[in-house]
């Protein structure tokens, strides 16, 4: 083990990361499981980032896909997860070429959005995002 390493207590994981975010032993295989095992404090945005989802694709299936919440309907949709910091968003990369002049204020990559949970979640925009990735999948 290097010196800027930690290991995780409960399950012995080696991360490059002191209190990297992880899930000890095995992935959650459910939505439900995976908000369960979030830390307290961040869970409540998730729940309505699940709820926003839900509202906007009522056809999508929910699943979990790369370890993370996804919608569904003949492929993948959008998807989201945790982090330390941010809520992230994945709608592909022609969901975030397509919004990226609005996304001016928000972390983005290829295929990624980051929301700051030290920041208001725009909930109108992941809506917008969701309704353009179901037009563009949904199969």
Known sequence: MSEASWIC???GREFKNTHQQHFCV????TIDEYLAS??????PLLHQVRDTLRATLPDATEKMAWRMPTYWKGANIIHFASFKRH???????????HFAPRLTG???SKGAIQFAYDKPVP??????IA?????????
Do not use: H, M, N, S
């Open 9 to 11: 207590p409960k399950c």
């Open 26 to 29: 095995q992935a959650p295989k």
């Open 38 to 43: 979030l830390p307290e404090e961040v869970r």
């Open 87 to 97: 809520i992230g968003l994945y709608p592909g990369d022609g969901g975030v070429r």
């Open 106 to 108: 928000y972390k983005y």
């Open 123 to 128: 909930f109108d925009l992941i809506t917008e």
């Open 131 to 139: 309704l353009w990735c179901y037009k563009e999948y949904a199969k």
